[in-house]
Structures are given as structure tokens and as C-alpha cells.
């Protein structure tokens, strides 16, 4: 008799490259969280759109949480197959789809710097991208937080925000499910 202590039920996955979009080319990874599992070792299969397998590099952390890290470099559906000692994990496999994010392009419509009180209006031109099956959303750092506006037009998006504090704000535009 082979007395197992792994309890894949007590895993749980996270990160952008099992539940998000990925971009072709880029890294990307996921974690999975066997820290109430039991003692195990974590396995993985990503199966590209053209059926081979694609490597991983597998990391283990000392709080018992595993670091997958992968790059897809084909664009369409990867199924990932995540296994702990050899028993798939509840929600395996997973599914994620990988897209060209070349033809994605965030651009401020005028000069970057602008005076305190005054409107920064930025453009995503989605127009030519491949992959517009998913929710464009941008989000803002900086000294304060201020509200974005929206408005859309033909696979462009126009977003602005006006600060109302002096000193560096950073735009990051993220394409979600």
C-alpha cells in the first residue's frame, strides 16, 4: 500500500499566465500554493496550439508556494495541465490564449508634461490587434489617485485623467478576459 500525504484539493493557482491573455514572446508565469497540501512536488504540461509541449522552469519557494514560469511563442489556446505528486489539481487543465500585443499601442495625445489642473489624455489604439475579444483596462500611479475617464470609438479608446498634484504619474494599459 502507497500512503500518499499530497492533497491537491488544498492547492490553489494563481497569476497571469494561467487566468489571463498572454502575450506571444513574452515571460510569464503562475504560482501554485501547496503550503496547506502536505509534502509534494508540483508537475506541469503546456500543450501549444500546434500540440507540442512547451518547457517550464518550476521554482519552489520556502513557504511551499511553486513558481511556473514559461514563454509562449505561438499565438492561440495553451491547455495547462498542473499536476501535485502526480494527481491533477481540481480545475486542471487550464486554459489561456496567447496574443500578439505588438499592434497594441498606449499613447499620450500631447506633451507629457502638463501643469497641475490641467487634462492628460492618452489613446489605445486596439484597431489593428488580433486580440479583441477581451476588456482594455488602464490603471494610474502617482502621488494621487484621480479618476480616468473613458470613451471609445472604433477600436480606439481615449482616457484621461488630470492631476491635481505635482510629480510623476506611470499609465499601464492591460488587456483582461
Known amino acids: 500500500i502507497d500512503i500518499i500525504t499530497a492533497n491537491p484539493p488544498n492547492c490553489s493557482t494563481d497569476g497571469p499566465g494561467i487566468k489571463t491573455k498572454v502575450a506571444v514572446g513574452r515571460d ?3 504560482t501554485v500554493d501547496t ?3 502536505g509534502n509534494g ?3 506541469t504540461t503546456i500543450q501549444t496550439p500546434d500540440e507540442s509541449v512547451l518547457p ?3 521554482t519552489k519557494t520556502e513557504d511551499g508556494v511553486f513558481i511556473v514560469n514559461y514563454t509562449p511563442e505561438i499565438l ?3 491547455i495547462i495541465d498542473v499536476y501535485y505528486d502526480a494527481i491533477p489539481l481540481a480545475e486542471s487543465p487550464y486554459k489561456t490564449t ?3 500585443t505588438t499592434s497594441m ?3 499620450p495625445t500631447g506633451s507629457q508634461k502638463v501643469k ?3 487634462p492628460i489624455e492618452f489613446i489605445a489604439d486596439l484597431s489593428k490587434c488580433t486580440c479583441t475579444d477581451g476588456d482594455f483596462n488602464v490603471s494610474l500611479t502617482g502621488p494621487e489617485e484621480c479618476p480616468i475617464n473613458y470613451k471609445e470609438d472604433n477600436g480606439t479608446s481615449t482616457f484621461s485623467f488630470t492631476p491635481t498634484t505635482a510629480g510623476v504619474y506611470e499609465i499601464y494599459g492591460v488587456l483582461d478576459d
Open 98 to 100: 496567447c496574443i500578439d
Open 56 to 58: 517550464t522552469q518550476i
Open 35 to 37: 503550503s496547506k497540501a
Open 28 to 30: 510569464t508565469y503562475f
Open 41 to 43: 512536488n508540483i508537475s
Open 116 to 118: 497641475i489642473g490641467e
Open 105 to 107: 499601442a498606449l499613447q
Open 76 to 78: 492561440g489556446e495553451y
